[in-house]
């Protein structure tokens, strides 16, 4: 069971918007402690999609965009493409005792 | 070119030992933090542990803490990852990444291609 909880999958037609969300605690996000985002392609690496809740790293399409309020944290996806269909991993730190790097479930983006 | 290239990986018996490589070129090895994330068949990342710049602090995860072991050689631009006491439950890919900033900022931009690690009798 992950620290923070994401849904385990999400669906969109080609040119809609899809939200993916990142449910944490006290602890890492409601902390105040940054949210960041990858994209796991299938058979690949993580890559850095979103960073410090709402920055993209250079060559990230402004279609991605990033958000946090409170204990939770969202990933916005929009004119959502083919390429897209992905698995995501919202990540923050975490203060607690078992603490460090947390990572979210994932998130399985599948494009109709 | 900036990468990342893990070694090291492969089948290992439960309860023994393998020790993973992660050659960084590209960039200045010794001014990032580094990370150990691994991911177990068909699951999410697990973050394992991390290292500073100098080497000088490490973090573990609860679940590998007193079994494995960080290190790096700035010298030879290699971060290392010891795993003793080996099981089932370690069966992952092993990725290396980068910090993205200078200042432990444990979350990363740059990661390997991942070496696979098996526990199997």
């Known amino acids: 069971q992950s620290v923070l909880t994401q849904p385990p999958s999400v669906s969109g037609a080609p040119g809609q918007r899809v939200t993916i969300s990142c449910t944490g605690s006290s602890s890492n996000i409601g902390a105040g402690y940054d949210v960041h985002w990858y994209q796991q392609l299938p058979g690949t690496a993580p890559k850095l999609l979103i960073y410090d809740n709402s920055n993209r790293p250079s060559g990230v399409p402004d279609r991605f965009s990033g958000s946090k309020s409170g204990t939770s944290a969202s990933l916005a996806i929009t004119g959502l493409q083919a390429e897209d269909e992905a698995d995501y991993y919202c990540q923050s730190y975490d203060s607690s005792l078992s603490g460090y790097v947390v990572f979210g479930g994932g998130t399985k983006l599948t494009v109709l | 070119e900036v990468q990342l290239l893990e070694s090291g990986g492969g089948l290992v018996q439960p309860g023994g030992s393998l020790r993973l490589s992660c050659a960084a070129s590209?960039?200045?090895?010794?001014?990032?933090?580094m990370s150990w994330v691994r991911q177990a068949p068909g699951k999410g990342l697990e973050w394992v542990s991390g290292i500073s710049g100098s080497g000088g602090r490490t973090y573990y995860a609860d679940s590998v803490k007193g079994r494995y072991t960080i290190s790096r050689d700035n010298a030879k631009n290699t971060l290392y990852l010891q795993m003793n006491s080996l099981r089932a439950e370690d069966t992952a890919v092993y990725y290396c990444?980068?910090?993205?900033?200078?200042?432990?900022?444990?979350?990363?931009?740059?990661w390997g291609r991942g070496t696979l690690v098996t526990v199997s009798s």
């Open positions: 990444a980068k910090d993205q900033g200078g200042n432990e900022d444990w979350y990363f931009d740059l």
């Open positions: 590209g960039f200045t090895f010794s001014s990032y933090a």
